[in-house]
């Protein structure tokens, strides 16, 4: 089933039922899942980084891509690299933490991080992201 696309980008699910069709509609809640780009160097710091946020429970999957060249302009110099694309499924309420971490993992001075919201998805996948990610960690522990 393909979801029918407003003018706007997003999803044209009905707005009065939470469900339709086996999908659901997100409104903006922290329970609600989104995708998180990023990249890494080389493909084994991307793995690591991957697994990490997994067993750390700040991601319900990571997906690491193949191998890309990435252009852009660092402190006025055309720069290209190879970069490996990352992607996460996680939750609104686990950005501040799990920035935190990649922040803690990643070699770069800015690594991307970027977020993707979710207007709707599978109900299913959707409750399994939120169920997969743990409850933000407290910030007074950290």
């Not at 990490?52 to 660092?74: D, F, H, I, P, R």
């Not at 290209?80 to 609104?92: N, R």
């Not at 799990?98 to 409750?127: K, N, W």
């Amino acid at each position: 089933m393909s979801i029918p696309e407003h003018p706007s980008g997003t999803a044209d699910v009905p707005p009065e039922a939470p469900s339709f069709g086996g999908l659901r509609r997100q409104d903006g809640a922290p329970t609600d899942s989104v995708v998180v780009l990023s990249t890494a160097p080389d493909v084994l710091l991307a793995k690591r980084i991957a697994h990490v946020l997994v067993e750390e429970s700040l991601v319900a999957c990571a997906q690491v891509g193949s191998a890309m060249t990435s252009m852009y302009l660092w402190q006025g110099n055309l720069e290209g690299c190879e970069e490996i694309p990352l992607s996460f499924k996680t939750t609104a309420a686990v950005l501040p933490a799990l920035h935190r971490r990649l922040c803690e993992l990643h070699p770069y001075e800015v690594p991307e991080f970027l977020v993707m919201g979710v207007p709707a998805g599978s109900v299913t996948y959707l409750d399994w992201v939120a169920q997969s990610v743990a409850a933000p960690p407290d910030p007074a522990l950290r």
